[in-house]
């Protein structure tokens, strides 16, 4: 009825002259047929107008509180949480994005950069792909028809550049593991896994941006790459990543068998895997030298000695014999 009074009280200050003309012609005393003719004609279009008025005023009540079904809870939406909250900078990583008024959703960015793409899974919740980006933090914002979310530390998402191997040493060991290596490159600050080949090293340690240290898990005999995994993704592999594993080396025999306890005496020492050998011993004196004549065959001068019997070993990256 608010809605009517006010549009009557809009016409009848149209009409107030009028009206009171009306009352003048309808109580006067003339006679002209004209002018009772006039009199009469303005009732009735005074009539059907009030008639419109309040119609109006009616449809004013009815449909000025109507809004369409959902119309009321349209909000701007609001970004609680993005999880996980970093990714490469290559994008591709999907994002749940947490908060509220999502119904309506038009877009969801990434800082300035559209979501690959996106999912309105609930009023509450989004599945988004991350779209390539430079690496640093940006807001994750959603927009709907009254505006985009405000942004804060809640909505941050870091893109993070893929580590780097430049340098691995030592680049060999024995096949049971346990070799400390230690890993040089950049971007390796919040490094999630190292990888000999596609095993895990048995444990490692994030010593600066540039370097981490990593003992080598057990291997088979062969090359493999050493990769460093972290949010950024995955480093790519190359030549300076590599890691041979090595079998122990086997002595067969050793001919002679015997010398002087003065040393000098030439030894041919037969077995396998001698490629690598870095020393040769006569009990636990290191051989006066040695040349490794092949993967099966190796010359040392034999060491000053006590008599007696001695074991002669070789030992390799992969071990000792």
Do not use: C, H
Not at 12 to 21: A, E, M, P, Q, V
Not at 191 to 217: E, H, K, L, Q
Not at 253 to 271: F, L
Request: charged share 10%; proline share 7%.
């Amino acid at each position: 009825m608010e809605n009517l009074a006010g549009v009557v009280i809009i016409f009848n200050d149209r009409f107030k002259s009028n009206l009171k003309g009306a009352a003048t012609l309808r109580w006067a005393s003339a006679t002209s047929y004209g002018l009772m003719k006039f009199a009469i004609d303005f009732k009735k279009q005074l009539r059907r107008r009030l008639s419109f008025v309040l119609v109006l005023g009616m449809l004013a009540g009815v449909l000025l509180p109507f809004q369409p079904a959902g119309a009321a809870s349209l909000l701007a939406p609001t970004v609680t949480s993005v999880g996980p909250d970093s990714g490469p900078t290559a994008g591709g990583t999907v994002v749940i994005v947490t908060g509220s008024n999502f119904t309506g959703t038009t877009a969801v960015d990434f800082g300035n950069t559209a979501a690959a793409k996106f999912t309105v899974d609930s009023d509450t919740s989004i599945t988004a792909t991350s779209p390539a980006g430079s690496a640093g933090v940006v807001d994750v914002t959603v927009t709907n028809p009254l505006g985009a979310s405000v942004t804060g530390p809640s909505d941050r998402f870091t893109y993070v550049p893929a580590p780097m191997v430049t340098g691995i040493s030592p680049n060999a060991g024995p096949l049971n593991g346990g070799t400390s290596v230690t890993i040089t490159g950049s971007n390796l600050t919040g490094a999630t896994a190292v990888d000999f080949g596609a095993t895990a090293a048995a444990n490692f340690a994030v010593n600066s941006p540039i370097r981490i240290t990593a003992a080598s898990p057990a291997g088979t005999a062969g090359t493999v790459d050493v990769t460093v995994t972290s949010a950024g993704g995955t480093s790519p592999t190359g030549t300076a990543d590599r890691f041979t594993y090595i079998p122990a080396p086997v002595v067969t025999s050793v001919g002679p068998s015997s010398g002087p306890a003065a040393g000098g005496t030439s030894v041919t020492i037969t077995g396998t895997n001698f490629t690598v050998a870095t020393a040769v011993y006569f009990g636990q004196t290191a051989a006066a030298s040695f040349a490794v004549n092949s993967p099966t065959r190796i010359t040392a001068a034999s060491p000053a000695g006590t008599a007696g019997t001695v074991d002669v070993t070789v030992t390799s990256a992969g071990g000792t014999s």
